[in-house]
């Protein structure tokens, strides 16, 4: 539990109240996450009295008086880059959950004074009470707006501090637990990012836009995940990070990412997002952008860097492709609708998510790949996605200028100077399927299909999940064979073709069949068994590789260098 006391001062006591709400999501994390309801105990000082009056808000008669206190708990028992997190080690303390914000007085600076046990240290970007070293417990911050107080998480406790300079600005990596990692791979992983940070600042003129930034790093079996800030970022990593080298780049990944998001969404913002409105949904149908560029150069800064090679690079844009081959909803939802819709889609999965919706963040991703090799191609050279990005910090990060929620192809038009609309389209604007082979032939690549090694022949179009060691179906592909044999998610597969399923090894059992054979399958629905005659199709080719055309033009092997750098650098 978190224990918190709201001081407000100066209320006007002619206004006799004032409301006190708390958020009801973070930005960066589209979700009603209805944070208010981890609140217990919320009790007003003396003459003042506390009416609640909506589900995250309070009405405070101040009773005559001149300021109010105002006390509650806060549970904080959920280890996520978006939620607070207590135990005896640590506390992880994110600001929408935690503090109430003064309705209609966001504006308004705040004061922030935790008491910690003895010796723990504190990591944030909130900015600290000159003076104060919080040796004995206590820290003191200030933000100069509710803004400013939840968009910067605290690490409070035994963590491990690591300091490093980039283009001569303080940054801080703040590890928990402690001993989560070896001393060598700490060297590596401040190293890589540092290298990563200057590669991103020279894409945006190769100024950092923060005075000082603080990489706050959750070592946890589990989950996988970032929350950017303006000047800090929140990240859990599996502690095995370090045990390979994809596992690594993908956290490497996941630190570019987040970072990069400093200019792009924490500075480059889109209209949807301005002001941050905390008690209810902000709408944008830019994360297509916000979020698919973000991925997009988290891995080609990588590239950029040398951190990965060209066929690592490639290997990773592959595996996004070969996500969106196996997404059908990616011919049902536009990219720009999936980003409209992600309060309740991306971030409400469930098993019709992949037949109705396309991430954002990974159809993004690749479009992002595209746009950028083909407005290379559509000007021989002279522009990129590069020289988008720049654009959008100097006409609108640098300048705080929001970026208009239709404004994004003739912002890209304007840096291309070629028309784009075809690709906004088709890409962006209609869930039509994407010709990569045509766009990926400009860099002299072509894209191969082939089923996985171990694949069965014959195919069902099902995933399973183990439930107490029966295989439940967890999601059926939209047209395939179990489709239209009628097998539902939260159906139990008990036997293919007479033979009995062993565990959830449906694979097992489709080895012997070939496609194009009727076969009963047994289920089990509702405590009852049934049969459903499946016409098995045959195992998708769902494993791409991007690779060099043999055929391909000179020019095109030129452009491919220029986009990704030479295959052996
Ligand atoms: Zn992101």
């Known amino acids: 539990m978190v224990h918190v006391e709201t001081t407000v001062r100066a209320t006007d006591p002619v206004a006799g109240s004032i409301v006190l709400f708390m958020p009801v999501w973070t930005p960066g994390s589209y979700l009603i996450r209805e944070y208010a309801r981890h609140i217990e105990g919320l009790t007003a000082e003396e003459p003042a009295r506390a ?32 939620t607070s997190h207590v135990d005896e080690t640590h506390a992880f303390l994110v600001g929408a959950g935690l ?106 003129g190769g100024v950092l836009p923060y005075d000082a930034y603080d990489l706050l790093l959750h070592f946890a079996q589990r989950g996988r995940g970032g929350l950017e800030h303006r000047a800090s970022a929140a990240i859990i990593a599996p502690p095995a990070t370090f045990a390979a080298r994809d596992s690594y780049l993908d956290t490497l990944s996941l630190v570019a990412h987040e970072m990069f998001h400093a200019w792009n969404i924490k500075r480059i913002r889109p209209a949807g997002l301005t002001p941050y409105r905390y008690g209810e949904e902000c709408y944008t149908r830019l994360l297509w952008w916000f979020e698919g560029a973000t991925s997009y150069y988290d891995w080609r ?84 996605l590069d020289g988008v990005l720049a654009h959008l910090w100097a006409e609108h990060g640098a300048r705080e200028l929001p970026v208009p929620e239709d404004g994004m192809q003739a912002i890209f038009e304007r840096v291309a100077g070629v028309p784009l609309g075809d690709l906004f389209d088709a890409w962006i604007r209609s869930p039509t399927e994407i010709d990569y082979a045509r766009t990926l032939a400009h860099v002299g690549l072509t894209i191969e299909r082939s089923a996985r090694a171990d694949a069965p022949p014959a195919s069902l179009g099902l995933r399973v999940r183990s439930d107490g060691g029966r295989a439940v179906v967890s999601s059926v592909i939209r047209g395939a064979a179990a489709w239209r044999a009628g097998i539902d998610a939260g159906d139990e597969i008990v036997a293919i073709a007479g033979a009995r399923i062993e565990g959830t090894k449906v694979d097992g059992l489709l080895r012997g069949q070939t496609p194009g054979r009727e076969v009963e399958v047994t289920i089990a629905r509702d405590g009852r068994l049934a049969t459903r005659r499946a016409t098995l199709d045959s195992a998708g080719a769902d494993r791409v590789k991007i690779v060099p055309d043999p055929d391909a033009s000179p020019a095109a092997r030129e452009a491919c260098t220029a986009w990704l750098g030479k295959a052996d650098d």
Request: proline share 4%.
């Open 51 to 82: 009416t609640k009056i909506r589900k995250n808000a309070w009405r405070i008669d101040t009773g005559g008086a001149a300021g109010v206190v105002v006390r509650y708990r806060v549970y904080a028992g959920d280890l996520t880059v978006r």
């Open 99 to 204: 503090f109430l914000a003064l309705e209609g007085s966001e504006h308004l600076g705040a004061r922030v004074e935790i008491s910690a046990p003895p010796g723990w240290r504190a990591a944030t970007s909130l900015r600290r009470v000159p003076g104060e070293s919080g040796a004995d417990g206590t820290h003191r911050f200030e933000a100069p707006g509710f803004d400013a107080l939840v968009d910067a998480p605290i690490e409070l406790g035994t963590h491990r501090e690591e300091r490093f300079d980039v283009l001569g600005t303080p940054h801080r990596a703040s590890i928990w637990p402690h001993d989560a990692i070896a001393e060598t791979d700490l060297r590596r992983l401040v190293d890589d990012t540092r290298t990563i940070v200057a590669t991103e600042a020279a894409l945006f």
């Open 301 to 384: 800064v990588l590239r950029m860097a040398h951190l990965c090679t060209v066929d690592e690079y490639l290997d990773h844009l592959a595996g996004e492709i070969a996500y969106l081959d196996q997404t059908p909803g990616r011919l049902v939802h536009a990219l720009e609708e999936a980003s409209f819709d992600a309060w309740i889609k991306l971030y409400r999965p469930d098993e019709n998510s992949a037949n109705s919706s396309v991430s954002y963040y990974r159809k993004g991703e690749v479009v992002c790949a595209l746009l950028d090799i083909e407005i290379r191609a559509r000007t021989g050279g002279r522009a990129s």
